[in-house]
């Protein structure tokens, strides 16, 4: 009897113990797929190939070396462009080369523009090109106070004829230029096409007074104008016919240079206007 109890216990106790084996959390194998695949081993990394060298990834940032050709050359206009004494071993020297080396020939138009440029400075002078005439020997006289340094003997100014070659200095020459240039040719219409000048230098007191201090045409720093040829052959003079035209122009001339004289003024110049370029106190002296 206590024999088949035991019997009977030992069998329930199998039977609860396969039960609890059957209700483990581990997922049944799918029939399907076959036995679960082993865990996957853990291996070393692989390494990606090196990049090549000419890659862009992996290019060097130390220079290149200039190709032969270009260093020949380089050399040759080293010999052929150095000054006599210059050490071609700095690298200044070297550096000059280079940069002449660089510079593009200049194109046609370029050539015929700088052609033109030169052309319009023959017979030029005081560095302008409209100002026509030629550089004189420097004036020296015995009185004190008379004489020229830097004289010039003027035919021309902005393209306007003189009736006579004027000698001043490039003072004069240059604000004459520019009164013609600004002011007198365009009242004129541009039919400007001559100055009758009736004063340049000449050693002189002021208004041609004996012991009065030396006119600056003496120092030939003046010139007086005194009429004005149109391109038709008309003329009109200071004298005869100082009318609105002759008024404006003349007033404009007050700045350009440091005096100006004229009708009215002072009894003097009644018949031409006078332009000089002292070096006044105060400004310019028009009246």
């Given at each position: 009897?206590?024999?088949?109890?035991?019997?009977?216990?030992?069998?329930?106790?199998?039977?609860?113990?396969?039960?609890?084996?059957?209700?483990?959390?581990?997922?049944?194998?799918?029939?399907?797929?076959?036995?679960?695949?082993?865990?996957?081993?853990?291996?070393?990394?692989?390494?990606?190939?090196?990049?090549?060298?000419?890659?862009?990834?992996?290019?060097?940032?130390?220079?290149?070396?200039?190709?032969?050709?270009?260093?020949?050359?380089?050399?040759?206009?080293?010999?052929?462009?150095?000054?006599?004494?210059?050490?071609?071993?700095?690298?200044?020297?070297?550096?000059?080369?280079?940069?002449?080396?660089?510079?593009?020939?200049?194109?046609?138009?370029?050539?015929?523009?700088?052609?033109?440029?030169?052309?319009?400075?023959?017979?030029?002078?005081?560095?302008?090109?409209?100002?026509?005439?030629?550089?004189?020997?420097?004036?020296?006289?015995?009185?004190?106070g008379c004489g020229v340094?830097?004289?010039?003997?003027?035919?021309?100014?902005?393209?306007?004829?003189?009736?006579?070659?004027?000698?001043?200095?490039?003072?004069?020459?240059?604000?004459?230029?520019?009164?013609?240039?600004?002011?007198?040719?365009?009242?004129?219409?541009?039919?400007?096409?001559?100055?009758?000048?009736?004063a340049h230098y000449v050693?002189?007191?002021?208004?041609?007074?004996?012991?009065?201090?030396?006119?600056?045409?003496?120092?030939?720093?003046?010139?007086?104008?005194?009429?004005?040829?149109?391109?038709?052959?008309?003329?009109?003079?200071?004298?005869?016919?100082?009318?609105?035209?002759?008024?404006?122009?003349?007033?404009?001339?007050?700045?350009?240079?440091?005096?100006?004289?004229?009708?009215?003024?002072?009894?003097?110049?009644?018949?031409?206007?006078?332009?000089?370029?002292?070096?006044?106190?105060?400004?310019?002296?028009?009246?």
């Amino acid at each position: 009897m206590r024999t088949g109890l035991a019997a009977v216990i030992l069998c329930l106790a199998s039977a609860a113990a396969a039960q609890q084996i059957d209700k483990s959390p581990r997922p049944l194998v799918n029939p399907l797929r076959g036995a679960v695949a082993a865990e996957p081993v853990a291996t070393a990394p692989v390494s990606e190939p090196p990049v090549p060298i000419e890659s862009g990834l992996a290019r060097s940032l130390r220079p290149k070396p200039r190709p032969q050709a270009l260093v020949q050359r380089l050399a040759a206009l080293r010999a052929e462009s150095a000054p006599a004494g210059l050490d071609l071993s700095s690298g200044q020297a070297t550096r000059k080369v280079e940069i002449a080396a660089a510079v593009p020939e200049p194109t046609r138009r370029e050539k015929r523009r700088k052609a033109r440029e030169a052309a319009t400075m023959d017979g030029a002078v005081c560095g302008v090109p409209t100002i026509k005439g030629e550089p004189i020997a420097p004036i020296s006289s015995k009185v004190n106070g008379c004489g020229v340094q830097d004289a010039v003997r003027v035919i021309s100014v902005a393209g306007v004829r003189l009736s006579q070659a004027a000698t001043v200095d490039c003072s004069v020459a240059t604000a004459l230029n520019n009164w013609v240039s600004d002011v007198a040719q365009p009242a004129f219409g541009g039919n400007l096409s001559e100055l009758r000048v009736a004063a340049h230098y000449v050693c002189r007191g002021r208004n041609n007074k004996k012991g009065a201090p030396v006119s600056e045409h003496g120092k030939g720093r003046a010139v007086d104008i005194s009429a004005f040829v149109m391109t038709d052959g008309k003329v009109l003079t200071v004298q005869d016919n100082y009318n609105q035209t002759l008024r404006r122009i003349y007033k404009s001339a007050c700045g350009i240079f440091k005096t100006t004289l004229g009708p009215g003024s002072d009894g003097y110049h009644e018949d031409h206007f006078h332009f000089d370029t002292s070096a006044r106190k105060g400004g310019a002296y028009c009246r």
